[in-house]
């Protein structure tokens, strides 16, 4: 065969496994055509000597926010996507997020096709955010826009006034999207115990960034989790909760796993990586904590990221997404909106955090590739899992991207080989359209040397950004697959045909 590309020299990895050194990767028309031994190369082919260095699939970012109206000031598709293949991620699913008075999902759909639409260095899809969920959404809408538009997992949200859903209409979607084959992830914190303590805060002048800490404690995703489980055991339905920060509420996750129900869990950086002491203010800047306020929040003791940093290594999380929700620091609608008079408001600070760029280069290097065995929180194949493989799977997109195997897209990262590529985490380095990163100043011990996206080199660290922003397609998915437990379960203490009763 006349290859396009051929990826030689590397060490693959996959999913399952570290392959041999010295297997070679051909690529034809985007797609990985074979892996083999002494391909042959043509006058037209491209060759990439990745020098010993591991190959691991583009990664697949299942959790950004971009250009959505409760975030003006941050990153929109361009920036956002250029983002991403700067940091090795080649696929990102992002949100079409319904506002309360939308009685339609056709105009949302159509907005965010707009903004993206030749916007985009890499591929990317859409999971709806549900906050009006009308039964003609539920019954006419969902199912001819996830068989059209491929959009077969949406979000919901437990907590936020703008957004926040009872636990009826909670149960109502769940049941829609189990008689669709949908995926539903849920934002799980509880509304009303957050809602108290922040009034008690506000009452008592304690409105500091540090006080959004305070204001969201564990115990709030604590009980949220453990209801959002049981909504699903309910519904006998897949599920997945995003951005987990509590080791206590990824107990309940372990809990629901070893029963075998679909529950599905998520990390992000931020919660691996960082804690609550950064929402203090910094000498110079008694506002600058809010650059650290996302929800659920930082945590406050290193036990919380041990805790998560064992469900990273056992299995119990399937995705480790950026969760990527940009409000710049100083511009007019973002951050300091919770500024008011010159006092800070904790409360009016909008949520989230940039992380789209530096989320394949900080958990890499906690593998063994950049770590001796002894110290590496994971396995170079959990790697490939939380970053690409799994998330590929569970929302739709397994066959295509996630994994280095032949008919797979040919997206890939190329890391340096060796201590070659590392380096420190700063601002001036990022790719976003925003005025800080979290992470800065955070030594990292690798970061992708090429960013390839079907087939074409879109990053390479010494030429920077190559890819065009027309370049990223738009991914209808199909329908997303189970990867922890099954349906069919009845719920604890249920007797056999108890269901058939009401349903
Ligand atoms: O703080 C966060 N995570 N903001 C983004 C919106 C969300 O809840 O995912
Ligand atoms: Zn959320
Ligand atoms: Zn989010």
């Known amino acids: 065969m006349d290859f396009d590309l051929i990826l030689k020299n590397g060490i693959i990895v996959t999913a399952s496994e570290v392959l041999p050194q010295g297997l070679e990767v051909g690529v034809k028309g985007g797609k990985i055509a074979c892996i083999g031994t002494d391909l042959p190369s043509s006058s037209h082919t491209e060759v990439i000597d990745a020098e010993g260095a591991y190959i691991t699939p583009g990664g697949v970012d299942s959790h950004v926010h971009l250009a959505q109206k409760n975030s003006p000031t941050g990153d929109g598709w361009e920036s956002g996507s250029r983002s991403a293949v700067a940091g090795g991620t080649t696929t990102i699913i992002a949100f079409a997020s319904q506002e309360r008075d939308d009685t339609s999902l056709y105009p949302v759909l159509e ?173 110079h800047d008694h506002f600058s904590g809010a650059k650290h306020v996302c929800s659920p929040p930082l945590r406050h003791d290193p036990k919380d990221l041990d805790g998560l940093w064992q469900s990273i290594a056992n299995g119990t999380f399937t995705t480790f997404s950026s969760d990527h929700a940009p409000s710049k620091y100083e511009a007019v609608g973002g951050k300091r909106l919770g500024l008011v008079d010159g006092i800070p408001r904790f409360s009016k600070i909008p949520n989230g955090l940039p992380g789209i760029e530096t989320r394949m280069p900080l958990l890499f290097g906690q593998t063994p590739a950049c770590q001796p065995a002894d110290k590496a929180k994971l396995s170079l194949p959990r790697f490939v899992q939380l970053t690409a493989f799994n998330p590929a799977k569970l929302y739709g997109l397994e066959g295509r991207k996630g994994s280095i195997a032949p008919g797979y897209d040919a997206d890939f990262v190329i890391w340096h080989p060796g201590a070659a590529g590392a380096c420190t985490i700063s601002q001036s380095r990022m790719h976003h359209d925003m005025d800080y990163t979290p992470f800065e100043g955070m030594k990292v011990k690798n970061w992708p040397r090429y960013t390839i996206l079907r087939g074409k080199v879109v990053w390479d660290q010494k030429a920077g950004v190559l890819g065009e922003m027309r370049y990223g397609q738009y991914l209808k998915r199909g329908m997303g697959q189970v990867l922890h437990g099954k349906t069919g379960n009845l719920p604890r203490g249920w007797k056999e045909d108890e269901r058939r009763y009401w349903l």
């Open 111 to 283: 907005d965010y096709h707009a903004k993206s639409k030749d916007q985009s260095y890499c591929d990317y899809g859409f999971h709806f955010i549900l906050t009006n969920p009308t039964q003609d959404i539920l019954r006419k809408e969902l199912p001819v826009l996830a068989e059209k538009e491929g959009i077969t997992s949406v979000k919901l949200y437990m907590t936020y006034e703008a957004m926040k859903l009872n636990d009826r209409q909670v149960l109502d979607i769940l049941f829609a999207c189990k008689s669709l084959g949908m995926t539903t992830m849920i934002h799980a914190e509880s509304h009303d115990m957050i809602a108290l303590i922040i009034e008690g805060l506000e009452k008592n002048k304690n409105t500091d960034p540090y006080f959004h800490a305070v204001a969201r404690p564990r115990i709030a995703e604590d009980e949220a989790s453990y209801r959002a489980i049981s909504l699903a055991e309910l519904a006998d339905t897949p599920m997945l909760i995003v951005h987990m920060s509590s080791d206590v509420a990824v107990g309940h996750v372990r809990d629901a796993q070893t029963r075998l129900l679909p529950i599905h869990a998520e990390t992000c950086p931020h919660y691996l990586f960082l804690l609550s002491e950064k929402i203090k203010a910094e000498p």
